[in-house]
């Protein structure tokens, strides 16, 4: 298990090199659905996006994650970015922190 100093070195790093990266656009629900998407994580750098934020989700990143437990599961996760898809239009997300089983996923209505 990572402990509190690796994961805060680890989330430091990806704001430091997120200055070539963007929020990922979903403009269809196709998107969503693709469970091959990627998230960019930004770490820091999420607070620089000028567009208005919708929310924070905790999600499970290991894979392992129950649905009985705090953090979003993959199938729990593309559901709730449909609902804010649905309810919004397009949307943006980024990675904000992540340890070695969840992170936190932010969401932005473009």
Same mark, same amino acid.
């Given at each position: ?10 989330? &430091? ?63 729990q996760f593309q559901? &709730?970015? &449909?609902a804010l898809f ?23 209505k473009i």
């Open positions: 298990m990572w402990g509190l100093e690796t994961i805060k070195a680890i989330n &430091k790093h990806a704001t430091r090199n997120a200055e070539d990266l963007m929020p990922w656009i979903i403009d269809s629900i196709e998107q969503i659905e693709n469970r091959a998407f990627q998230c960019p994580m930004m770490g820091d750098a999420c607070g620089d996006i000028q567009d208005e934020h919708l929310e924070q989700l905790f999600v499970d990143i290991s894979g392992m994650g129950a649905a009985t437990e705090m953090a979003l599961t993959m199938p559901e &709730k970015l &449909k649905n309810e919004h239009g397009t949307i943006q997300i980024a990675m904000s922190e992540f340890g070695q089983f969840q992170g936190y996923v932010e969401v932005w």
